[in-house]
Every structure is written in C-alpha cells, then in structure tokens.
C-alpha cells in the first residue's frame, strides 16, 4: 500500500492529506439544517449532516489530494450513527479513487490488537465468508504495549497489502512528556537516546521485509511541530514513512516541513484537518467563499497548502 | 464513580470484573446457529450472537460480580454490528446493576481526546439536547500522548462523575519494550526510575482533587503478569486504585495478586475475560456443564476466582 501512497503523491504532485475531523461547529448551517429537518435533531441527524459534509468536500477536492484522513474520535463521538459516518466516509473515498488513512491510534496486547487489525485493515470470517468490517488501507497505531501490540497490525497489512502510521512524536504540547524522556539503559553501550528515538528505531525494525519504493508499510508519526525531531528522525530512520500532523491550526508552516522529506522530495505527508474543512470560517476564504461555498473554500484552501509545501520542498 | 465501584467490590466481597471479550469460537453452536438464522450468517447473525452470549452470562453473574469489562476490540472486529453489540451489551450490564468499565484505550491530542472522552464517559449536545454515545462508567485511556492527552478524560470524568485507568503496565509479554526503559533524567536528582514509574507518577497527580473513600477517579492498569510491579506501585502510588488484567488465560494467579491490595485488602480489582465466559470450554468446568450450559460454567468459573482471590488477600 505504501508504493500506493507513494504514487497518487507523484501523480497529483502533492504530498498531503486531508483530515476529515468534523465537528458540528464546521458544518454550515445549510447542511446541518437539511440533515435535522432528514433526520431529527440528534445523533442520526448530526451523522447524516458530517456524510453531506465530506461528500461535498471529497468531491471538491478528490482530484487534486492522494488521501484523507478521518479521526474515528469526531464519529465515534456521535455514537453509532457517527460511525456509520465514519464507514460512509471511507466507503464514498474509495469511490473517488482516494486512499483512506483511519487515524484510529488503536493498540493492546496480541489477541485484541488483532482484532483491532482486522477491524480496520482487514477481514473476519463468519462461517465461511469474510467480511470487510471498516476497510482502511492505512490506519495509525499506538505504540505504547509494545512490539506484541503492534505486531498483530503489522502482520495484517502484510497479508492484505496494507500499511499502518506507528506513533512515534506527537504533535501535541505536552507529547515530550513521556516520548521526550532521555533513556539509561546498558544496551545502548553510552549512546543516550530518548524514547521517541527508540520507538523509531523499533518502527525501522518492524517494517523489515516490507519496503517498497524505498519505504515500507511500517510508517511513523511526527508532528510537525517539532521539525528538529523530524529532521534527526528522517535521517535515522531511512525506510520510514512519515506522516506529520500539525501543518496550519497547529502551527506548522511549509518551511518547517522541509525536513520531512528526504532529497527526492518523497518520504512525508503532511496533514492538515481544520485548516482545510474549516477554510470557510477563516479569512481569506471566508470573504472569497463563505458557507454556502464551504467546499470550493477547502478546494482553494487546499491548493494553497500544496503550493507552500511543494515551494519549500522544491518539488 | 470510583466509590460507587470499591462500594460494589465490598457488598459482593468480590474485587473482580468479567471481561466480556466475546469471540465466535466461544460462543457456543446452538447461540451462533440460533442467531445466524435470525439475521443471517453476517456480521449482523455475529452481532446478534454476541449480544445473547453476553446476556446469558450478564444473568448469571450479575448478582456475584461488581463489574464487566467490555473489551470494544472484540466488537469492532464485527464493524458497526459489532459496535451496536458493545453498546446492547453496556445497556443490558447497567440494567442488571453491573458497573462498566469501557476497555477502549483510546488517547489522543486535546480536542480528539475529548471526542473521545464525550463518546465513552461524556455526551455530546446536538442543538439543545444532549445525547449519551456509549455511556460507560470507566474507560482504559493510553498515556503516550501525555498530559493534554489524559486531560481531557479527566475532565469529562471529573463533571459526569465518571473514572478512568490509565495503561501504566500492561500484562504482555513485551510490555517492558518501552514501559520498563529507565530513564536519565536530571530532574529525577539522581534517583533511577522506569518509564511505567514516571506514568504511575502523573496518574496520582492527574487523580489530585478527586479522592473518595482513599481512591481517586483517575486510576491505573497494572498487569498480574508482573507482581514486584504490583508491589511496587501499590506503595508508590497510595491514591491510585488498580486494574489488575491477566488472572487465568494470561497466567496469573491468586497468590500472585496479594501485592496488589492494600492493608485492608482494597485497592485493586482483578479481572478475568477468557477464564469466565470461555469456561465451558475448559475443564473442570467442560466436563461439569458444557456447551449448553456455558452461562453456568462461567458463573462456577468466576465464583472459584473470587475464592482463589479472596483466600490470597485474605479478604
């Protein structure tokens, strides 16, 4: 699946993902209003309300971004209906020839990992047919319990061609908390790293055997907020694929993501949620767009964003 | 919530939970062939024999244990019928009086952790009305983010009166492939401690200003697999109540627990998923009840651990 990703990025030279996080705050009025008066005003209108949502900017902005990236949390937040959003949302990328990244961040011991794994990149089998639960390709991991927690996910995507993002150095404030932690430990013979360090070395380790146009199906996630880290780490991690959250709301800009990318300009995908589903709240789309035009404000939003990461990418 | 559960392990003189982590091959043939015939052999006839085998066990156990602990891997494996069997099966614990622990182990940045932290513990407002998406009492929460990825749990948990445990030490076999690294940290003034520790340590400081009855909301997952672990913690965190996974099918014993509890033999509750609700498949209990009666073998089951249990602690 990585020389899938790796691929749609060339062909519509544009090394980007779209979060599809959708709040009810993102959602114009219009929208929102037709789905209650559909639906009633509750759980299955707000679902209905977040499909039209992301239809309506899927459709707008399919030709021009390799993937999307739903976060399960803003689906399973409205329940049941919410994520039959969630597989709805998946279902109708696929249509549109996008490839779907689930930031699900899942994670446990063996046999529940597993489950997890065929949950979102796999099949299960009932009697003698399989069935495709929620069909991801790609879908983020927590790295916390360690390789038997991860291993499931990766055999997995070994098996149905599919690839997983491991948690390497979140975007957030206080992920250095635990990640940034120096270690003391006799194995490293005097070398200190820290935990981030270690968990992309073991994320190099796990995707062994896997590599395919230079990456492989164990890819890793680094905020963009911290792009000494991401520089560091592209060099230490030479197969790894990195996916970096936080370009636009969180911060980031263009010129900080150079150091994602190796010298092909390949090697990262930057993801930007907010800033794209929301363009239409913020200025200067908001005056060029508004509501009414909320999707055309994603597409225009979205094709600035590629120009400011292609530009200090030289790609 | 957390002095509505030690309540309810003291009324039953039982601190245990039942993991309810259904798997097809084991639920019994007559479940399955009944519930395949009703809504087809899909995962709508899976879903459906979940539900059943669950409430068949619910029935039986609900006077003798305090808790369930729904594993959603095992539901979303089944994709969204699987997930409408998580939620049946939380409705119908709460029904029958059961306290549910939620085993989602999500975590996330702020704003999605929240989403999580309203789906599994909170509700979300959709105009003027609030609506509940899972409801249970506790949720297992991944602490890799850090701080603003808790945070938010510990908020929702904090205004719903809601609680959470927090993965500290799991009870996989490579769980210490990062939990147990030592760190090298300056601000540690020269004493040596394990990333677990320091996890353990922000767990009883996340958990300042909601004691109740010596225990606060916010508490731990400490596998059984690892009982100098248990010791340990249980000295170094006195406010922290601990989940104590991997009792029978993962290898530990009731002498193994001891170290979990305190002085007065609270403090702890052990959980065991395979154990009880796949017992009929096990002898003594295979040979005593069997396939028809699995709801008894689980019953007979769960009351031999809580005296393997209780004879240990002493209790």
């Known amino acids: 699946m990585i020389e899938r990703l790796i691929k749609a990025i060339d062909e519509k030279n544009a090394p980007v993902v779209v979060g599809l996080d959708p709040t009810l705050e993102l959602i114009p009025d219009h929208i929102k209003e037709a789905a209650f008066k559909k639906c009633g005003e509750n759980l299955d209108g707000a679902a209905e309300a977040i499909i039209e949502f992301n239809k309506r900017i899927i459709d707008k902005i399919c030709d021009i971004t390799p993937a999307v990236k739903p976060q399960i949390a803003m689906y399973e937040r409205f329940g049941l209906p919410g994520l039959n959003a969630y597989k709805a949302t998946i279902d109708y990328s696929h249509e549109k020839g996008l490839i779907v990244i689930g930031d ?65 150095k979140t ?92 010298e092909k300009g390949s090697g990262a995908i930057v993801n930007s949620s907010r800033g794209i589903i929301g363009a239409w709240k913020k200025d200067p789309y908001k005056s060029d767009f508004g509501g009414e035009r909320f999707d055309e404000a994603s597409r225009q939003a979205l094709l600035d964003m590629i120009e400011d990461i292609n530009k200090a990418i030289g790609r």
């Open 104 to 168: 699900v961040k899942r994670g446990d011991i063996g046999s529940t990992s597993e489950a997890y794994a065929e949950a979102h990149l796999g099949s299960v089998k009932i009697g003698e047919k399989e069935f495709i639960p929620f069909g991801e390709d790609f879908c983020t991991v927590n790295p916390y319990l360690g390789t038997d927690g991860v291993k499931p996910f990766v055999d997995v995507a070994k098996r149905r061609d599919k690839g997983i993002f491991v948690l390497v």
């Open 171 to 262: 975007s957030n404030p206080s992920s250095g908390e635990f990640q940034d932690r120096k270690l003391n430990d006799p194995s490293n013979s005097g070398d200190e790293t820290v935990l981030y360090e270690t968990v992309g070395d073991m994320v190099e380790k796990w995707g062994e055997g896997t590599i395919k146009d230079g990456y492989s199906e164990v890819a890793a996630v680094i905020g963009c907020t911290y792009p000494e880290v991401g520089e560091k780490m592209r060099k230490r991690l030479p197969h790894v694929f990195i996916l970096v959250p936080g370009y636009g709301a969180q911060g980031g800009t263009g010129e900080d993501l150079k150091v994602f990318f190796d």
